[in-house]
């Protein structure tokens, strides 16, 4: 199966989100996790990523750190995700040596030349709908992934209100992953490991 899964983390890591973190990850879609905790401190985030980990690594799935690069580095996570308020990709770079940095690049063309030039290692557009995860995202449209798609040769990132009805588009334009929470997470009707088989 094709990995063009990015995952992105509840906001809230309940009981049974390790039950499900393995049941998804070994439908084999999943090419990256992204623990995204904005509410938590520091040391409960080191805490929950510890543990992924463990899992990430048995169906080999790449473990990013959003925000932090430090906490990347701390519980040897596969790299972090840095938005343009988050500090110097250059840092980061230098700080976590050989791990993957992606940059969120909105829908600007000038910021993917930018993190190009400070050797992101991939590129993360978006939001291309209305997210729970964001709702006040900048939007993007799929231009922006056309033009990506000619012009880096970098993996590309979809973001943004991503389900199993719109997800082709995405891929069709440019993307090389998806990226996805609410889809596999908040969805009432369907198990998140049920959910994660929709993306193929």
């Not at 250059?90 to 030039?117: F, W």
């Not at 970098?154 to 991503?162: D, E, L, S």
């Given at each position: 199966m094709k990995k063009i899964?990015?995952?992105?983390?509840?906001?809230?890591?309940?009981?049974?989100?390790?039950?499900?973190?393995?049941?998804i990850l070994s439908v084999g879609n999943v090419k990256f996790f992204q623990l995204r905790l904005k509410k938590k401190r520091k040391n409960k985030i080191i805490e929950i990523?510890?543990?992924?980990?463990?899992?990430?690594?048995?169906?080999?799935?790449?473990?990013?750190?959003?925000?932090?690069?430090?906490?990347?580095?701390?519980?040897?996570?596969?790299?972090?995700?840095?938005?343009?308020?988050?500090?110097?990709?250059?840092?980061?770079?230098?700080?976590?040596?050989?791990?993957?940095?992606?940059?969120?690049?909105?829908?600007?063309?000038?910021?993917?030349?930018?993190?190009?030039?400070?050797?992101?290692?991939?590129?993360?557009?978006?939001s291309f709908n209305k997210s729970k995860l964001k709702p006040n995202a900048k939007r993007a449209n799929l231009n922006?992934?056309?033009?990506?798609?000619?012009?880096?040769?970098?993996?590309?990132?979809?973001?943004?209100?991503?389900?199993?009805l719109n997800y082709k588009k995405f891929l069709k334009s440019g993307a090389n992953y998806i990226a996805i929470s609410s889809y596999i997470w908040d969805n009432p009707k369907l198990k998140p490991e049920i959910a994660t088989r929709k993306f193929k």
């Open positions: 899964v990015y995952l992105i983390s509840p906001n809230e890591i309940k009981n049974n989100f390790y039950t499900h973190l393995k049941k990523a510890k543990k992924i980990r463990k899992i990430t690594k048995k169906y080999k799935v790449k473990l990013i750190i959003n925000d932090y690069y430090d906490i990347s580095k701390i519980t040897n996570s596969d790299g972090c995700h840095l938005g343009q308020n988050d500090g110097s990709v250059k840092k980061a770079k230098k700080y976590l040596n050989k791990k993957i940095i992606g940059v969120t690049c909105h829908n600007s063309k000038l910021l993917a030349k930018n993190a190009i030039n400070d050797k992101a290692d991939y590129l993360a557009f978006g922006i992934l056309k033009w990506a798609k000619k012009n880096i040769k970098k993996p590309i990132v979809a973001i943004g209100g991503i389900n199993n």
